[in-house]
């Protein structure tokens, strides 16, 4: 059974930096293309970054393009987020998920980030 644990949430002042991680199990890591997405308080999840089962390919939200890279290591079946000059609109919780095709069907538990001002 699959399993996605994040880690590295916090709290951390505007233009501070945070680096999150998912460390899966229960699966062949490097079949699946690996996500970030992010639910704000009141708001609906959406979609941070992803990155392709290889790692050579990704996708920001434009939101975030230029300020945070998700990066892999399949040896260590791990996936991060390195958030540089956050902004306190990217407080939300953070998951992880994976995906094989046909959908974002695994999620983690959610990591909190609090970015205060």
């Known amino acids: 059974q699959m399993q996605l644990v994040e880690s590295g949430g916090g709290l951390v002042q505007a233009g501070g930096s945070l680096r999150i991680t998912c460390t899966a199990s229960?699966?062949?890591?490097?079949?699946?293309?690996m996500g970030w997405f992010r639910q704000g308080p009141g708001k609906e999840r959406e979609v941070v970054s992803h990155i392709s089962p290889s790692g050579t390919s990704t996708y920001y939200a434009d939101s975030v393009k230029g300020r945070f890279t998700i990066s892999r290591d399949n040896a260590k079946n791990t996936v991060y987020l390195q958030m540089n000059s956050l902004k306190v609109e990217d407080t939300a919780t953070y998951y992880c998920?994976?995906?094989?095709?046909?959908?974002?069907?695994?999620w983690g538990q959610g990591t909190q980030v609090t970015v205060s001002s």
């Open positions: 998920a994976a995906t094989i095709g046909g959908g974002w069907n695994d």
């Open positions: 229960g699966l062949i890591f490097e079949d699946y293309s």
